[in-house]
């Protein structure tokens, strides 16, 4: 059961002072079986207080607000977390279609997890899914399947997407990064009316190769019947075990936007995002990402601008 110690730094740069400033952050570690927080501490720029609650898919959600002038907004999480997920685990491989309907008959949220997106590309989905063959297939063989394809036909390039980058535009250039791969897993998993979920976080495989780390990650969790939730990372094509530590889920990236707010005034802002995993054995991986932003155009009024729209760290 491996402990890490992960340090998160989000800074807004602005050219000019802001004001007014009201933020949401999903930096809380998920509550579940899977992992054990042992200490948690959050410092954000004017000490502001923050309120906490539950949402709709059991993220723990922070609201803070900087209402004084300022030209920065830091927002640091310092986390010792522990994973409890056994490296060797049985998922249910046997549980067909038939046990999966029968089972979230009566969940609408399971049932709204298993609804697709209307895409253009729709018949690109449907022509993979034909590939994957999922007729003669357990709900987990499928899952698996569809990771599969996706780690051997998509390829990961990073800065050629954004977190606006559609499923359509993913599947025309078959590249991109966690999230896209993310999301068009997604696609395909509803497709098949399998209840599935966007999960941000992070990776922490201590130099054993494997994508994503020194950022938020992303990966996918899908319903099995007779199991529950089982994640599974398609960036890695693995089955996610305890070198992943899981902050938020939902029905797609915004519901796990690690921060996002607005601010008045009529600056130009700068974000950047440092992320480092400290292993039991001493070693350190960290990686600062500087997030392009669009600009605002200089003007006497006061604008209201949306940070999340603004520039949000795009999940590694």
């Given at each position: 059961m491996p402990i890490f110690r992960i340090h998160h730094i989000t800074k807004y740069e602005y050219d000019r002072p802001v004001k007014e400033s009201t933020n949401e952050i999903k930096i809380f570690p998920y509550q579940c079986n899977d992992q054990e927080v042992l200490q948690h501490q959050?410092?954000?720029?004017?000490?502001?207080?923050?309120?906490q609650y539950q949402d709709y898919w059991g993220n723990k959600i922070g609201l803070f607000n900087v209402l004084a002038p300022h030209k920065s907004l830091i927002i640091e999480s310092q986390l010792i977390i522990r994973t409890t997920l056994p490296e060797a685990f049985t998922i249910n491989f046997i549980s067909g279609f038939d046990e999966l309907k029968e089972e979230i008959k009566d969940n609408l949220q399971l049932l709204e997890l298993a609804s697709?997106?209307?895409?253009?590309?729709?018949?690109?989905i449907d022509e993979i899914i034909t590939i994957l063959d999922p007729s003669d297939?357990?709900?987990?063989?499928?899952?698996?399947?569809?990771?599969?394809?996706?780690?051997t036909y998509f390829k990961y390039i990073k800065g050629i997407t954004t977190i606006?980058?559609?499923?359509?535009?993913?599947?025309?250039h078959r590249s991109g990064v966690c999230q896209d791969f993310a999301h068009v897993m997604l696609q395909i998993l509803r497709t098949l009316n399998i209840p599935s979920r966007y999960v941000s976080g992070y990776i922490c495989p201590n130099k054993n190769g494997m994508r994503g780390e020194g950022a938020t990650h992303a990966w996918v969790e899908a319903y099995i019947p007779g199991y529950g939730w089982a994640g599974v990372d398609p960036t890695n094509n693995v089955w996610v075990t305890n070198t992943h530590v899981k902050l938020a889920v939902g029905n797609h990236f915004n519901d796990c936007t690690p921060a996002k707010g607005t601010f008045k005034g009529p600056a130009r802002q700068k974000l950047s995002v440092y992320v480092s995993v400290g292993y039991e054995d001493g070693h350190v991986f960290e990686e600062k990402t500087n997030v392009q932003m669009l600009t605002v155009a200089d003007n006497e009024k006061e604008l209201l601008i949306d940070e999340n729209f603004m520039g949000q760290q795009q999940q590694q």
């Open positions: 959050l410092d954000i720029t004017g000490e502001p207080e923050i309120f697709a997106d209307t895409i253009k590309s729709q018949n690109s297939k357990s709900v987990a063989e499928t899952v698996k399947s569809c990771s599969e394809f996706i780690f606006e980058t559609t499923v359509d535009e993913i599947l025309e």
